[in-house]
Antibody, heavy 123, light 107 residues
Framework: EVQLVESGGGLVQPGRSLKLSCAAS????????MAWVRQAPKKGLEWVAT????????YYRDSVKGRFTISRDNAKSTLYLQMDSLRSEDTATYYC????????????????WGPGTMVTVSS | DIVLTQSPTTLSVTPGETVSLSCRAS??????LHWYQQKTNESPRLLIK???QSISGIPSRFSASGSGTDFTLNINNVEFDDVSSYFC?????????FGAGTKLELK
């Protein structure tokens, strides 16, 4: 059974840093690209960042470029999101999500999601 | 960025009704459009991929259609369990974007 479990969320002051983790199990983590998607309270979904299977390429939305870093440890089946210079508008539930992979091609819709971890940026 | 506009924002229906939810893209996205269901305090669940392709384990009362800029999610014989928000997502271009969602309520 595929499982994604996020951790590391919490209350943080503006300008400070936070690092999220996502522990994956039930599939060959090193075969899959992975992503972070966030959802501000009572709002819609917003893609944040994606990393390909071996970590050699990463993609970010403009509003987090230069502040957030997505990374992975395939030996630990864990995805990370280092968030620096946090702003109030980063307040959201952060989901770890798995883009579909059919063994040959990657597709950018998400077939599994974690339960999410809440990040609140406030003084 | 491609903007996805979902309508209506909220839909109030009677169990047993058939409903249609709309998602319109600001630019043509072919069939690179996917639908998710999100129940309150839960993570999203994939319902439909590539505009109309069904997903294993999703009830057959969910179907979808469309291409280009206009897409529709249909729910036949709405059940109490369908109370959720529904989001569309485009993967035609980066950044992948989501619509703001349609919230389905029961009367």
């Amino acid at each position: 059974e595929v499982q994604l479990v996020e951790s590391g969320g919490g209350l943080v002051q503006p300008g400070r840093s936070l690092k999220l983790s996502c522990a994956a199990s039930g599939f060959t983590f090193s075969d899959y690209a992975m992503a972070w998607v966030r959802q501000a309270p009572k709002k819609g979904l917003e893609w944040v960042a994606t990393i390909i299977y071996d970590g050699s390429s990463t993609y970010y939305r403009d509003s987090v470029k230069g502040r957030f870093t997505i990374s992975r440890d395939n030996a630990k089946s864990t995805l990370y999101l280092q968030m620096d210079s946090l702003r109030s508008e980063d307040t959201a539930t952060y989901y770890c999500a798995r883009p579909w992979y059919d063994g040959t091609y990657y597709y950018w819709y998400f077939d599994f999601w974690g339960p999410g971890t809440m990040v609140t940026v406030s003084s | 960025d491609i903007v996805l506009t979902q309508s209506p924002t909220t839909l109030s229906v009677t169990p047993g009704e058939t409903v249609s939810l709309s998602c319109r893209a600001s630019h043509s996205i072919g069939t690179n459009l996917h639908w998710y269901q999100q129940k309150t305090n839960e993570s999203p669940r994939l319902l439909i991929k590539y505009a109309s392709q069904s997903i294993s384990g999703i009830p057959s009362r969910f179907s979808a259609s469309g291409s280009g800029t206009d897409f529709t999610l249909n729910i036949n014989n709405v059940e109490f369990d369908d109370v959720s928000s529904y989001f569309c997502q485009q993967t035609q271009s980066w950044p992948n974007t989501f619509g703001a969602g349609t919230k389905l309520e029961l009367k």
